[in-house]
């Protein structure tokens, strides 16, 4: 079993939806938590960072996090074509620990 | 904030040279940073943890005389691949720690560096 689990996808929404990404994890000890987005041939970026349970909230983003199910999503509401690259989900005790990531892409 | 550089951001060279690459934090102090390398679709694949005034820890499998790594200040690390070979063809990507608003460590990406090895 990995460490931080993703669906590869290809996840495809249509432009104006919701993308909801998943992302499970195995170390119970893990503290914070962390989205990256990347686009194809680029380096990833930082996008959300979270620490406690419930929802995080930025711009279209939303992160929610649920320590006792050891899970961790991300939401972007009213997706744009400009959202499609692949999102990876970080955990961190300590080491971050990467998902191999789940590629999105929003249809026109 | 948060900004990391890296040089260069593409390099070709001939077989058995060895290739320096530059992962700078810009706007920030970095005792730890990360070496990653990616293949095309692939994952991110952690090659080395970089650690200011320390010796570099290596991932299993990666081998730290043929990627040397040093870590002279706060907001540089380099990377030297060795004698390089075409297998050694990649996306290499470094990584600039910082302690996040919420505690925990944050890593903030250089824009990477492909290299080609003929």
């Known amino acids: 079993q990995k460490e931080v689990e993703q669906n590869s996808g290809p996840l495809s929404v249509p432009e104006g939806a919701i993308a909801s990404l998943n992302c499970t994890y195995s170390d119970r000890g893990s503290q914070s938590f962390f989205w990256y987005r990347q686009y194809s041939g680029k380096s990833p970026e930082l996008i959300m960072s979270i620490y406690s349970n419930g929802d995080k909230e930025d711009g279209r983003f939303t992160a929610q996090l649920n320590k006792a199910s050891q899970y961790v999503s991300l939401l972007i509401r009213d997706s744009q074509p400009s959202d499609s690259a692949t999102y990876l989900c970080a955990v961190a005790a300590g080491k971050s620990t990467f998902g191999d990531g789940t590629t999105l892409t929003v249809k026109p | 904030g948060a900004v990391v550089s890296q040089h260069p951001s593409r390099v070709i060279c001939k077989s058995g040279t060895s290739v320096k690459i530059e992962c700078r934090s810009l706007?920030?102090?970095?005792?730890?940073m990360f070496w990653y390398r990616q293949f095309p679709k692939k994952s991110l694949m952690l090659m080395a943890t970089s650690n200011e005034g320390s010796k570099a820890t290596y991932e299993q499998g990666v081998e730290k005389d043929k990627f040397l790594i040093n870590h002279a200040s706060l907001t540089l690390s380099t990377l030297t691949v060795t004698s390089a070979h075409p297998e050694d063809s990649s996306f290499y990507i470094c990584?600039?720690?910082?302690?996040?608003?919420?505690?925990?460590?944050?890593?903030?990406f250089g824009p990477g560096t492909r290299l080609t090895v003929l």
């Open positions: 990584s600039a720690q910082r302690a996040g608003a919420g505690g925990g460590n944050e890593q903030f």
């Open positions: 706007d920030f102090q970095a005792t730890t």
